[in-house]
Protein backbone atom coordinates (compact mmCIF):
# COMPACT_ATOMS: atom_id res chain seq x y z
CA UNK A 1 0.00 0.00 0.00
CA UNK A 2 2.15 2.59 -1.49
CA UNK A 3 -0.21 5.94 -1.11
CA UNK A 4 1.52 8.60 -2.96
CA UNK A 5 5.15 8.19 -4.12
CA UNK A 6 6.89 11.18 -5.07
CA UNK A 7 10.50 11.21 -6.68
CA UNK A 8 13.24 12.40 -6.02
CA UNK A 9 13.61 13.08 -2.75
CA UNK A 10 16.92 15.44 -2.70
CA UNK A 11 17.16 17.87 -5.69
CA UNK A 12 20.32 20.44 -6.34
CA UNK A 13 19.73 22.61 -9.49
CA UNK A 14 21.85 25.12 -10.76
CA UNK A 15 20.00 28.58 -11.42
CA UNK A 16 18.36 28.37 -15.17
CA UNK A 17 18.22 24.70 -15.20
CA UNK A 18 15.49 22.54 -15.50
CA UNK A 19 13.61 19.14 -13.52
CA UNK A 20 10.57 17.96 -13.33
CA UNK A 21 9.20 16.37 -10.35
CA UNK A 22 7.01 13.08 -10.06
CA UNK A 23 3.92 12.46 -7.95
CA UNK A 24 2.41 9.11 -8.65
CA UNK A 25 -0.46 7.74 -6.64
CA UNK A 26 -1.94 4.58 -6.39
CA UNK A 27 -5.38 5.01 -4.59
CA UNK A 28 -7.94 5.86 -7.70
CA UNK A 29 -7.77 9.34 -6.67
CA UNK A 30 -9.36 12.35 -9.20
CA UNK A 31 -8.27 14.86 -7.27
CA UNK A 32 -4.22 15.60 -7.13
CA UNK A 33 -2.27 18.68 -5.86
CA UNK A 34 0.71 20.03 -5.56
CA UNK A 35 2.12 22.74 -2.61
CA UNK A 36 5.32 24.13 -1.79
CA UNK A 37 6.38 24.58 2.35
CA UNK A 38 8.89 26.93 3.03
CA UNK A 39 9.55 27.96 6.74
CA UNK A 40 7.13 30.14 8.52
CA UNK A 41 4.62 30.30 5.69
CA UNK A 42 3.03 26.71 6.01
CA UNK A 43 2.06 24.91 2.78
CA UNK A 44 1.08 27.03 -0.41
CA UNK A 45 -0.85 25.86 -3.56
CA UNK A 46 0.80 25.77 -6.51
CA UNK A 47 -1.85 23.84 -8.84
CA UNK A 48 -3.85 21.21 -8.64
CA UNK A 49 -5.99 18.55 -10.69
CA UNK A 50 -9.74 17.84 -10.29
CA UNK A 51 -9.42 14.81 -12.49
CA UNK A 52 -7.98 13.47 -15.12
CA UNK A 53 -7.16 16.00 -18.45
CA UNK A 54 -7.90 18.88 -16.14
CA UNK A 55 -5.46 21.41 -14.31
CA UNK A 56 -5.88 24.48 -12.08
CA UNK A 57 -3.47 27.33 -10.63
CA UNK A 58 -3.21 27.25 -6.99
CA UNK A 59 -2.12 30.47 -4.91
CA UNK A 60 1.89 30.26 -6.35
CA UNK A 61 1.67 29.23 -9.86
CA UNK A 62 4.08 31.63 -11.39
CA UNK A 63 7.43 29.49 -12.41
CA UNK A 64 5.65 26.34 -12.63
CA UNK A 65 4.23 24.09 -15.30
CA UNK A 66 2.26 21.06 -14.64
CA UNK A 67 0.91 17.40 -16.43
CA UNK A 68 -2.05 15.28 -15.40
CA UNK A 69 -0.33 12.55 -17.09
CA UNK A 70 -3.21 9.70 -16.08
CA UNK A 71 -5.79 9.43 -13.39
CA UNK A 72 -2.19 8.35 -11.38
CA UNK A 73 0.34 10.33 -12.22
CA UNK A 74 0.95 14.34 -11.83
CA UNK A 75 4.27 15.94 -12.45
CA UNK A 76 5.39 19.33 -11.88
CA UNK A 77 7.94 21.30 -14.13
CA UNK A 78 10.37 23.99 -13.21
CA UNK A 79 11.19 25.40 -16.42
CA UNK A 80 14.15 27.34 -15.76
CA UNK A 81 14.70 27.30 -11.54
CA UNK A 82 15.47 30.32 -9.57
CA UNK A 83 16.86 30.64 -6.02
CA UNK A 84 13.33 31.41 -4.67
CA UNK A 85 12.22 27.87 -5.87
CA UNK A 86 14.14 26.56 -3.03
CA UNK A 87 11.80 24.60 -0.91
CA UNK A 88 10.34 21.17 -0.25
CA UNK A 89 7.62 20.13 -2.39
CA UNK A 90 4.69 18.24 -1.93
CA UNK A 91 2.09 16.06 -3.58
CA UNK A 92 -0.66 15.27 -2.04
CA UNK A 93 -4.76 13.33 -3.68
CA UNK A 94 -7.86 13.38 -2.12
CA UNK A 95 -11.28 11.11 -2.53
CA UNK A 96 -13.89 13.16 -2.60
CA UNK A 97 -11.61 16.66 -3.00
CA UNK A 98 -11.17 17.98 -0.96
CA UNK A 99 -11.63 15.82 1.92
CA UNK A 100 -8.68 13.44 4.20
CA UNK A 101 -5.31 14.25 1.34
CA UNK A 102 -2.70 11.62 1.19
CA UNK A 103 0.86 13.68 0.92
CA UNK A 104 3.78 12.20 -0.44
CA UNK A 105 6.87 12.50 1.53
CA UNK A 106 8.14 15.53 -0.38
CA UNK A 107 10.88 16.40 -2.18
CA UNK A 108 13.37 18.96 -0.83
CA UNK A 109 15.17 21.33 -3.70
CA UNK A 110 18.15 23.95 -3.40
CA UNK A 111 18.60 26.07 -6.08
CA UNK A 112 21.87 27.34 -6.22
CA UNK B 1 -9.69 33.51 -0.89
CA UNK B 2 -9.68 31.47 1.74
CA UNK B 3 -7.45 32.82 4.75
CA UNK B 4 -6.37 30.95 7.63
CA UNK B 5 -4.69 32.05 10.62
CA UNK B 6 -3.21 29.87 13.17
CA UNK B 7 -1.87 30.34 16.39
CA UNK B 8 0.32 30.20 18.51
CA UNK B 9 3.82 29.50 16.22
CA UNK B 10 5.34 27.12 18.82
CA UNK B 11 3.80 25.96 21.90
CA UNK B 12 5.81 24.07 24.79
CA UNK B 13 4.40 21.97 27.33
CA UNK B 14 5.23 19.59 29.59
CA UNK B 15 4.22 15.64 29.38
CA UNK B 16 0.84 14.68 30.70
CA UNK B 17 -0.17 18.76 30.18
CA UNK B 18 -3.09 19.34 27.36
CA UNK B 19 -2.38 21.24 24.68
CA UNK B 20 -4.60 23.73 22.47
CA UNK B 21 -3.97 25.28 18.82
CA UNK B 22 -6.27 28.12 17.59
CA UNK B 23 -7.36 28.81 14.09
CA UNK B 24 -9.85 31.31 12.51
CA UNK B 25 -10.93 31.56 9.23
CA UNK B 26 -12.47 34.33 6.81
CA UNK B 27 -14.59 32.38 4.12
CA UNK B 28 -18.38 31.87 5.68
CA UNK B 29 -18.55 28.94 2.87
CA UNK B 30 -16.24 27.01 4.22
CA UNK B 31 -17.43 23.56 5.83
CA UNK B 32 -14.52 21.37 6.34
CA UNK B 33 -11.76 21.82 8.83
CA UNK B 34 -9.20 19.25 8.76
CA UNK B 35 -5.54 18.91 10.98
CA UNK B 36 -2.86 17.10 9.89
CA UNK B 37 0.17 16.58 11.89
CA UNK B 38 3.76 16.53 10.31
CA UNK B 39 6.78 15.05 11.36
CA UNK B 40 10.55 15.71 10.85
CA UNK B 41 11.27 14.86 7.41
CA UNK B 42 7.99 13.88 6.48
CA UNK B 43 4.66 14.65 4.76
CA UNK B 44 1.84 15.71 6.56
CA UNK B 45 -0.71 13.17 8.25
CA UNK B 46 -4.58 14.03 8.93
CA UNK B 47 -5.28 13.50 12.21
CA UNK B 48 -8.95 14.56 12.66
CA UNK B 49 -11.27 16.68 10.53
CA UNK B 50 -14.55 17.95 11.46
CA UNK B 51 -17.37 19.45 8.93
CA UNK B 52 -19.41 22.49 9.66
CA UNK B 53 -22.41 20.82 11.30
CA UNK B 54 -20.65 19.66 13.78
CA UNK B 55 -19.38 21.58 16.74
CA UNK B 56 -17.23 18.74 18.27
CA UNK B 57 -15.43 15.66 17.80
CA UNK B 58 -12.52 13.81 19.19
CA UNK B 59 -10.54 10.67 18.99
CA UNK B 60 -9.32 9.38 22.33
CA UNK B 61 -6.66 12.81 23.14
CA UNK B 62 -7.30 14.71 20.34
CA UNK B 63 -10.86 16.48 19.85
CA UNK B 64 -11.37 19.43 17.75
CA UNK B 65 -14.13 22.44 18.32
CA UNK B 66 -15.94 24.73 16.00
CA UNK B 67 -17.28 28.29 16.17
CA UNK B 68 -19.02 28.95 12.99
CA UNK B 69 -20.32 32.29 14.28
CA UNK B 70 -16.58 33.31 15.13
CA UNK B 71 -15.33 31.13 12.05
CA UNK B 72 -13.00 29.84 14.55
CA UNK B 73 -11.99 26.38 15.56
CA UNK B 74 -9.50 24.57 17.48
CA UNK B 75 -7.30 21.25 18.20
CA UNK B 76 -7.19 19.97 21.85
CA UNK B 77 -4.54 17.33 22.72
CA UNK B 78 -4.91 15.81 26.36
CA UNK B 79 -2.55 14.18 28.27
CA UNK B 80 0.74 14.56 25.55
CA UNK B 81 3.20 12.59 25.83
CA UNK B 82 6.91 13.36 23.89
CA UNK B 83 5.39 11.61 20.50
CA UNK B 84 3.21 14.07 20.41
CA UNK B 85 5.89 16.50 19.00
CA UNK B 86 5.86 18.05 15.23
CA UNK B 87 3.75 20.82 13.35
CA UNK B 88 0.51 20.57 13.86
CA UNK B 89 -1.23 22.33 10.42
CA UNK B 90 -5.14 23.42 10.62
CA UNK B 91 -6.85 23.82 7.22
CA UNK B 92 -10.28 24.86 5.96
CA UNK B 93 -12.24 24.50 2.43
CA UNK B 94 -15.59 24.12 1.24
CA UNK B 95 -17.11 21.12 -0.81
CA UNK B 96 -17.31 18.26 -1.48
CA UNK B 97 -15.99 19.50 -4.76
CA UNK B 98 -13.21 18.84 -7.34
CA UNK B 99 -12.78 22.57 -7.87
CA UNK B 100 -11.58 22.97 -4.02
CA UNK B 101 -8.52 23.15 -2.10
CA UNK B 102 -7.41 23.40 1.41
CA UNK B 103 -5.73 26.28 2.61
CA UNK B 104 -3.45 25.96 5.63
CA UNK B 105 -2.63 27.82 8.27
CA UNK B 106 1.32 28.39 8.79
CA UNK B 107 1.38 26.07 11.28
CA UNK B 108 2.40 25.53 15.07
CA UNK B 109 5.44 23.38 16.22
CA UNK B 110 4.76 21.35 19.55
CA UNK B 111 7.11 20.51 21.67
CA UNK B 112 6.24 18.15 24.54
CA UNK B 113 9.28 18.04 27.19
CA UNK B 114 9.42 14.55 29.37
Known amino acids: NAGVTQTPKFQVLKTGQSMTLQCAQDMNHNSMYWYRQDPGMGLRLIYYSASEGTTDKGEVPNGYNVSRLNKREFSLRLESAAPSQTSVYFCASSEPAPEGYTFGSGTRLTVV | GENVEQHPSTLSVQEGDSAVIKCTYSDSASNYFPWYKQELGKGPQLIID?????GEKKDQRIAVTLNKTAKHFSLHITETQPEDSAVYFCAASWGPSGYSTLTFGKGTMLLVSP
Open chain 2, 50 to 54: IRSNV
